[in-house]
């Protein structure tokens, strides 16, 4: 994401992180539970029944609460942690974004193609922004991003920004002002906490 970026919208409910011990808004984190054969699932819906334990949505937190037995400590008992857990979760945390986008897309909330983007921008329709990672920088600065104030969502790559489209690759979509764009906006800043920060926007 961004670094000038907003923070996502929050719920008021907060958790505490069981590694850095801070309390953080819902929306920043990641819910895991214990499954029936004692393994860590993570519950990126939050609907999982079973004690939540809960995490900061960032790779290095996940992967540290892996290898110190902080899911043990918690719950008191002995639980396996699945090989290549973070991962795991940036694999889930994209695939609800995509969903989502999908979702949008599919209610005629979303649309895609640089020129389709740059109107609807100009013309004030856009609510979100977004650029596949490893698009064109050159093409981008051609877009007039002040028109979107920051909401700019660049954590996706093309061929995954093209599964909600149903196309091969997509390097630029927009989603206008219905709700799921407050959610894609949401989860896509969870997913950041997990993949390498990109570059800063210049607006």
């Not at 008191?76 to 945390?93: I, N, S």
Request: proline share 4%; glycine share 10%.
């Amino acid at each position: 994401m961004p670094e000038h970026q907003d923070a996502p919208p929050e719920t008021g409910n907060t958790r505490c992180c069981l590694v850095s011990r801070e309390t953080l808004a819902r929306e920043r984190m990641v819910r895991f539970v214990v499954g029936p054969d004692r393994e860590i699932v993570p519950d990126i819906a939050g609907r999982l029944p079973g004690r939540g334990l809960w995490l900061q949505s960032r790779r290095d937190i996940v992967e540290r609460a892996a290898a110190t037995d902080a899911f043990a400590k918690a719950t008191r008992r002995d639980v396996t942690v699945p090989d290549g857990l973070a991962d795991r979760v940036e694999r889930l945390l994209a695939g609800r974004c995509v969903d989502l986008i999908g979702f949008a897309r599919r209610a005629g909330e979303a649309l895609s193609g640089f020129e389709a983007v740059r109107k609807v921008l100009l013309r004030g329709g856009a609510a979100l922004l977004l650029v596949a990672a490893d698009g064109s920088a050159r093409q981008r600065g051609r877009l007039p991003l002040s028109r979107v104030g920051g909401r700019i969502v660049d954590v996706l790559v093309s061929t995954e920004l093209g599964g909600a489209f149903g196309r091969d690759a997509v390097t630029y979509a927009a989603l206008s002002p219905g709700g799921l764009e407050v959610r894609v906006w949401t989860e896509a800043a969870r997913l950041a906490g997990f993949r390498a920060a990109q570059e800063s926007w210049t607006i």
